[in-house]
């Protein structure tokens, strides 16, 4: 795209340079690089304990990086860079970097005891003051393109896991993030409530949205991704186009998992 924007167009939209995560003696992200652009679907596995959650969690700040840097949109999450030192951002200037990215869990966060219309317009009206018409029209918009119109008026309680992920994913997307991250959105659902998520996540990404998704849906991953990357012990072992990567993984490890995934 070239437009207004001019420069910061230009870079991608996550961009990854040796982050290095650790909890204590702990290293969990051991030099993790990769860029991602916009409007670009990543998709990451890895076996359990490989890092894939602490990396998300790096991207929109909930984890402190401890080495490497880690831009979003063109801006360092977390810092800012003066004369080649890193200092940490103001924690408004940090709440605003990390408003500006979603993010849906597999456990799907809503408050319980809110409406699935009061869950949607709840960070819209009290953290940027939209005012409550506005954010109601967006939410009922936002409940329509997830195909829950109808439910607005619902409690998380009366509805099925897959349409509780559902109204997560209008949740985030009515902050309008520029980014939308996944973390195993769907591996909490039964069976057959997946394909649902996943159909919204896929429209999702039809629409342009840039999004990093940790998942083992390895059907979504080849359709819907336009990268495909392998973590393990805190390092991306491998990374391509993922049917290629599905079809010859080129490291045993990647092979290794992939064998006892399929
Ligand atoms: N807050 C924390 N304090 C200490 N250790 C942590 C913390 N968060 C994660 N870890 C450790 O970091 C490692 C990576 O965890 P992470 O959750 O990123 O893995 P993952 O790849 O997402 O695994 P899973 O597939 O099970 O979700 C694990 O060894 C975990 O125990
Ligand atoms: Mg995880």
Known sequence: MTTAGGVKDAQPMILADRVC???????????????IGRGEVLCVIGP???????????????????????????ELVGYQEKNGKL????????????????MVFQHFNLFPHRTVLENVIEAPTQVKKVPKATAVAKAQELLDRVGLAEKANAYPAQLSGGQQ????IARALAMD???????????ALDPELVGEVLEVMREL??????????????????????????????VIIEAGAP?????????ERTQAFLSRLL
């Open 21 to 35: 995560k650790n909890f204590g003696a702990l290293q969990v992200l051991k030099g993790v690089s990769l860029e």
């Open 48 to 74: 359990s304990g490989s890092g894939k959650s602490t990396f998300l969690r790096c991207i929109n700040h909930l984890e402190e990086v401890n080495a490497g840097r880690l831009y979003v949109d063109g």
């Open 87 to 102: 200092y940490e951002l103001h924690p408004r200037e940090a709440a605003r970097q990390r408003r500006e990215i979603g």
């Open 165 to 168: 992920q559902r109204v997560a």
């Open 177 to 187: 993030p520029k980014l939308m991250l996944f973390d195993e959105p769907t591996s």
């Open 205 to 234: 990404a039809q629409s342009g949205m840039t999004m990093v998704v940790v998942t083992h849906e390895m059907g979504f991953a080849r359709e819907v991704a336009d990268k495909l990357v392998f973590m393990d012990g805190g």
């Open 243 to 251: 049917r290629e990567l599905l079809a010859n993984p080129k490291h």
